[in-house]
């Protein structure tokens, strides 16, 4: 007998993603490492949207990933980020 388990979705790092769908992820957007795969990379990323992605490699929205994270348990922290409760910044995550 095989026993079926869900995973809850949770929200492992920042992430940017250009209109062409391609992602980097790094611990906090726009930080030195994520900063270094945009410049090493020949894609456009000035219009990239800003979110997360979880432990299965899907990006999510700023809205998305913080019903997530709620959602999940992890403890997400609003104050001094420019957040709100239905905003996820990296700043207020971890």
Known sequence: MTLKTTKP?????????NWEGDIICSAR????LMRSQVIASSKSWQTAEQGFIDQFCV???RQEAMLVA???GQTVDIRGCGGDETT???EGLY
Do not use: E, Q
């Open 29 to 32: 957007h726009w930080d030195n």
């Open 59 to 61: 990006f999510m929205n």
């Open 9 to 17: 979705r949770w929200v492992v790092c920042a992430a940017i993603r």
């Open 88 to 90: 996820l910044y990296s």
């Open 70 to 72: 709620k959602t999940a």
